[in-house]
Structure formats: structure tokens, C-alpha cells
């Protein structure tokens, strides 16, 4: 026996070495540079973080700001629930990129489920210790013991901004575009488009279902799933009009954020 379990053990201990040097490369390929991002300007991150939800909506609500080496903090604390910030980190994509800027907000019930996951992930991003492979797996694993919840009732998330720059695909694609897309999105936890009765990719001008969780947990199983209703033809008009000035202050930052006019409608 006793020649039959040494080998054992060593190839315990050799697969435990090898996972550790591993996961050592792994971490240390990257330069600490990979994990930083620079901070935005405070009124512009506030202002965009804002644009997210109806204007009736902004003055009491608590807007979180991100500190590149320490991960959110609350900027302005608010009265009536809701919750907005600008997210730079999507963790299902595995990759860290610097110019993902989407301003989000959620409802209570989002703000009590799903933010947690957007506030872990910045402050491992922020620390320097954690791969963004390393961030995905410890995500999805959290969500399968049941440390992440899915939201336990119905609730929405607005996303009214007039642009966003984000992956406008699932993660298996991994460019990114600057795009004009204000709409909602209500808490659809384990939903398909097949349950919403719409074709698997969704449709440009009605509800879709969107869960890139799903391509790592399996349909069914991802919790933060969101039924999309884009902002009508005439609304999202609106919203281009009344932000043209905050537009300009983000292409003036960046200008991979600004809005060509001939995408606006893509």
C-alpha cells in the first residue's frame, strides 16, 4: 500500500505546485499598470452617473464614484433608494480594459443584490492582486454558493444615459463600441428570450433578454439576467437633446466617446 499512496500524494503535491505556479504567471504577466485606471474628473463622473435615470429620480439618489486604487465610495448620499455610478470593469468579459464607460443605476432591490457583485469586482481590480480571469472565477463561484443572490423581487434598472461605450456582444466577443442606446432594463433573473417569446438574439426594436452570465453558469442559472426595453424613437430624441452639452464633456475626456451621428440610430 504504502508504495501505491506515496506516489499518490506526490502527485498531489506536484498538481498543487503547478496550480499555485500557475496561477503566480498568471497574475504576474500582466503589469500593474493593466490594473489602474485613471480617475474620472468628479463633477463628469457625477453628471454621467446621473444621466442614467429620469430626471424626476436624480435629485435623491445616492451617486457612487470610483477610486481607481481603492474601488466605489459613495460620492453624494441620497434619500429615495436608487443608486447610480459609472462602471469600468465588466467582469463576465475576463479582461481589463480602460475605456469601458457605462453610467448605470438600479432600484433598491438592485442596489442590494446586484451592486455588491460591481463594487467586489472594482476593489479586487483595484488592488493589484487579482487577474481579471482570477475576478470571474471567484464571481461565478460566489454566485454558485450562493454569496451573490439573485434580486428576490420584480424591480428596474435605468439605463437612460445618451451613450455608453461597452461590449455590445456576448463575452465570447471581445470588441467594444460608443453607442447611443438609452433603455430599461427590469430584473429577469433564469429568464430566456424563448420565455419572453423572442427570437434567441433579441430584437433591435422590442424587450430581448440579456445574461452574459449564462455562457459560464448555463441557462437557467445566471442570476443578474435583465429583460431590455429600449427608450422609444421620440424618448431617446429627448434624452440626445436635453445631454448634447454632456456629450461634448465626454468627448472632450475621451474621444473614443463621442457619438458619431451616423451610428446614433445602429
Known amino acids: 500500500m504504502t508504495s501505491i499512496i506515496r506516489p499518490a500524494k506526490n502527485y498531489r503535491r506536484a498538481l498543487s505546485v ?14 500593474a499598470t493593466d ?4 480617475r474620472m474628473p468628479v463633477s463628469l463622473e457625477t453628471d454621467y452617473a446621473l444621466s442614467s435615470l429620469p430626471p424626476q429620480l436624480r435629485p435623491g439618489a445616492t451617486v457612487y464614484l470610483l477610486d481607481p ?5 459613495v460620492g453624494r448620499k441620497g434619500s429615495n433608494g436608487f443608486i447610480c455610478f459609472v462602471t469600468r470593469t465588466e467582469w463576465e468579459w475576463g479582461e481589463f480594459r ?16 446586484i451592486f455588491p457583485v460591481y463594487m467586489d469586482v472594482a476593489a479586487m481590480r483595484a488592488s493589484g492582486k487579482f487577474t481579471p480571469l482570477q475576478i470571474r472565477n471567484i464571481v461565478i463561484d460566489r454566485i454558485r454558493k450562493g454569496v451573490y443572490k439573485a434580486p428576490s423581487k ?3 434598472s435605468y439605463m437612460l444615459g445618451p451613450e455608453m461605450r461597452t461590449y455590445p456582444g456576448m463575452p465570447n466577443t471581445h470588441n ?12 429577469a433573473p433564469y429568464i430566456t428570450n424563448a ?16 445574461n452574459p452570465g449564462t455562457m459560464f453558469l448555463g441557462e437557467r442559472k445566471s442570476p443578474y439576467g435583465y429583460t431590455i426595453l ?9 434624452i440626445i437633446a436635453a445631454n448634447k452639452d454632456l456629450m461634448k464633456r465626454l468627448a472632450d475626456y475621451r474621444p473614443y466617446l463621442k457619438v458619431k451621428m451616423s451610428k446614433m440610430n445602429d
Not at 18 to 31: D, E, H, R, T, Y
Not at 69 to 73: A, L, P, Q, V
Open 18 to 31: 503547478f496550480v499555485i505556479l500557475f496561477i503566480s504567471i498568471q497574475s504576474f504577466a500582466q503589469k
Open 35 to 38: 490594473w489602474t485606471l485613471e
Open 69 to 73: 486604487t481603492k474601488g466605489f465610495y
Open 98 to 113: 480602460k475605456d469601458i464607460y457605462t453610467a448605470i443605476s438600479y432600484d433598491s432591490e438592485g442596489a442590494r443584490t
Open 154 to 156: 420584480a424591480g428596474i
Open 176 to 187: 467594444v463600441k460608443t453607442m447611443s442606446m438609452p433603455h430599461y432594463m427590469f430584473y
Open 195 to 210: 420565455d419572453i417569446g423572442n427570437i434567441p438574439d433579441g430584437k433591435a426594436d422590442g424587450p430581448s433578454v440579456g
Open 230 to 238: 429600449p427608450a422609444g424613437e421620440m424618448e431617446a430624441a429627448k
